[in-house]
Nanobody, 116 residues
Framework: QVQLVESGGGLVQPGGSLKLSCAASGFTVSAYAMSWYRQAPGKGREFVAL????????NYRDSVKGRFTISRDNAKNTAYLQMSSLKPEDTSVYYCNAKNSFSNYWGQGTQVTVSS
């Protein structure tokens, strides 16, 4: 059974940090580009970060550059999103995505709330 399970979300104060994890089962992430997306209440899902499966190059949306870092550990079949200097506008449900030419998988999401 193919699954992506996100974890690590929660409530954090502005300026704080969180590290999200995305654990895969039923397939091998080494063959997939891994991405994070987010969706705030009443808004559409938006791209946050990507790491390729080939040369591990990364790409970020402008608003998180310098604050978020995406990484992957193929041996653990897991991707991560390290988030620092968090802002209230980062509050969203964060979703993990695994994609290649043949398949496209989504996790169920994890809530991140940035509030004092």
């Amino acid at each position: 059974q193919v699954q992506l399970v996100e974890s690590g979300g929660g409530l954090v104060q502005p300026g704080g940090s969180l590290k999200l994890s995305c654990a895969a089962s039923g397939f091998t992430v080494s063959a997939y580009a891994m991405s994070w997306y987010r969706q705030a209440p009443g808004k559409g899902r938006e791209f946050v970060a990507l790491i390729t499966e080939t040369d591990y190059s990364t790409n970020y949306r402008d608003s998180v550059k310098g604050r978020f870092t995406i990484s992957r550990d193929n041996a653990k079949n897991t991707a991560y999103l390290q988030m620092s200097s968090l802002k209230p506008e980062d509050t969203s449900v964060y979703y993990c995505n695994a994609k290649n030419s043949f398949s496209n998988y989504w996790g169920q999401g994890t809530q991140v709330t940035v509030s004092s």
